[in-house]
Every structure is written in C-alpha cells, then in structure tokens.
C-alpha cells in the first residue's frame, strides 16, 4: 500500500512538472508571437529623437516576392508617396550593405526636412546628393546626407538575397 502512494505521489509530481513546463513552453511561445507584430526598430536623428510612423505601407514587389515597408510620418516621405506608384524600379548593391534605386527622372524631394541621419538596418532613406532612394539591408553610419522614409516591416531578406542587379514595382498599400 505504501508503495501505490508513493508511486501515485511521484506520477502525481512528474505530470505537475510537465504542466508547468508547457505552460513555460506555451508563454515563449506566445510572446514570440507578440514580437512578430512589434514595431520595427528606428535609427535616430542628430539630437536623439526618432521618427514617427504614419500608418501607411507600402509594397514592394520583386520576383514575385513581397517587401512590405513602413512609412515614416514626414514631409520627405509625403512627397515620396505622391510619386506612387513606381514601376520597373531598377536597384543594384552597394557596398554589401544597400540596395539604392537607380533615378532617371526627377530627384526625390526632402522637403522642409533637414538631412541628417543615422539608419538602422531595413531603413529606406533618401541620399540628398543624389535625390535617390536606398534600403539598408545592413548597418550603416550616421551621414549628414540621408533623410528617413520608412523601414521594412517584412521581407529584407528578398533585397539582401539579390546579389545581381533586379528591378522592382512600388505601390501603396490600401
């Protein structure tokens, strides 16, 4: 008799222990769930500060796959997206480290924001000099030279998997 208790007493712990380790198990789990949805990471401007999110999205499409892009609430990247959509937007790679668009039209406006800036990897910035385009698919400086658009909410790894020359179609997301 002493021994059923014990035994019934030790199953009794092991099946505690296994709940309280899938419930361990089901709250990663759900917090990682969480983090998909989270808010992309920023870079700063010279004075700290980040920029803000607008609400809008934008799709870019290449090869069929999906890049979704977060847009910043600016005046730059307002302009920006009166020019939507863009198609057959060629990009190529720099320095292993961004994929700018190649422009043959107008240069894109910056508007009343003043350039300065220091990227996070996925970022879209406008290169002033240039008035092009580019997304970081890895780390960058801070240059006096860039202004913030949006970043890549999904989808960086289709840019940073191109290692030739491709072009893309950017459209608004409704």
Not at 11 to 30: I, K, P, R, T, Y
Request: one cysteine or more; proline letters at 6%.
């Amino acid at each position: 008799m002493k021994m059923v208790r014990m035994l019934v007493g030790m199953l009794g712990g092991m099946a505690l222990m296994l709940s309280a380790c899938g419930s361990q198990a089901d709250q990663v789990q759900e917090s990682e769930k969480g983090s998909s949805n989270s808010v992309p990471a920023t870079g700063t401007y010279p004075d700290g500060s980040t920029p803000q999110f607008s609400g809008k999205r934008l799709r870019l499409t290449v090869d069929g796959n999906e890049v979704i892009i977060a847009m910043y609430d600016n005046t730059a990247a307002d302009a920006y997206l009166e020019r939507l959509p863009l198609d057959n937007v060629e990009f190529y790679d720099l320095s292993g480290i961004e994929k700018p668009a190649r422009n043959d039209g107008a240069p894109f406006s910056i508007a009343d924001e003043d350039p300065g800036y220091d990227p996070v990897t996925g970022e879209m910035v406008i290169y002033r000099p240039w008035g092009s385009f580019t997304i970081f698919y890895e780390d960058f400086r801070h240059s006096n030279e860039l202004v913030p658009l949006g970043v890549v909410e999904s989808g960086l790894e289709v840019l940073s998997g191109e290692e030739d020359d491709f072009t893309g179609t950017i459209e608004f997301m409704e």
